[in-house]
């Protein structure tokens, strides 16, 4: 399920801007490949963070993955509840399985990410 109105990286997370601030999490993509996931591995709020660099590692019964910032900015707030429901992102990646929230600090980076139509072409490829 690719979700139009969002971003996507090459990586499988894809990011919600609103103003100056982006929501992020992995993609159902991503979540499907891992499989039921146990243990989720947040960024500190305050991190300071380049686009594309490794922010979150996830981990299932079968794999784990690190999840990379699709923008630079600063982390500014985290989804505490993985913690204890990492299930939630296999559950609902898009929503309550968001992983941070981060303030943009360069916007440029939105260049680089695909609108949903290309992600989908992109998962076409796989």
Same mark, same amino acid.
């Given at each position: 399920?690719?979700?139009?109105?969002?971003?996507? &990286?090459?990586?499988?997370?894809?990011?919600?801007?609103?103003?100056? =601030?982006?929501?992020?999490?992995?993609?159902?993509?991503? *979540?499907? *490949?891992?499989? !039921?996931? #146990?243990?989720?591995?947040?960024? +500190? =709020?305050?991190? !300071?963070?380049?686009?594309?660099?490794?922010?979150? =590692?996830? !981990?299932?019964?079968?794999?784990?993955?690190?999840?990379?910032?699709? #923008?630079?900015?600063? =982390? &500014?707030? #985290?989804?505490?509840?993985? &913690?204890? *429901?990492?299930?939630?992102?296999?559950? +609902?990646? /898009?929503?309550?399985?968001?992983?941070?929230?981060?303030?943009?600090? +360069?916007?440029?980076?939105?260049?680089?990410?695909?609108?949903?139509?290309?992600? *989908? !072409? /992109?998962? +076409?490829?796989?």
């Amino acid at each position: 399920m690719v979700v139009e109105g969002l971003l996507y &990286t090459k990586d499988h997370e894809w990011a919600k801007v609103e103003g100056d =601030v982006v929501t992020m999490g992995i993609t159902d993509y991503a *979540q499907e *490949q891992l499989g !039921e996931l #146990v243990f989720v591995e947040l960024p +500190d =709020v305050g991190k !300071e963070i380049a686009a594309r660099k490794e922010i979150a =590692v996830v !981990e299932s019964s079968k794999a784990a993955g690190d999840v990379y910032s699709p #923008v630079a900015g600063t =982390v &500014t707030e #985290v989804n505490s509840e993985l &913690t204890t *429901q990492p299930e939630r992102i296999n559950g +609902d990646c /898009y929503n309550g399985g968001w992983i941070c929230k981060l303030k943009i600090t +360069d916007k440029k980076s939105l260049d680089n990410l695909m609108d949903a139509k290309k992600y *989908q !072409e /992109y998962l +076409d490829t796989l």
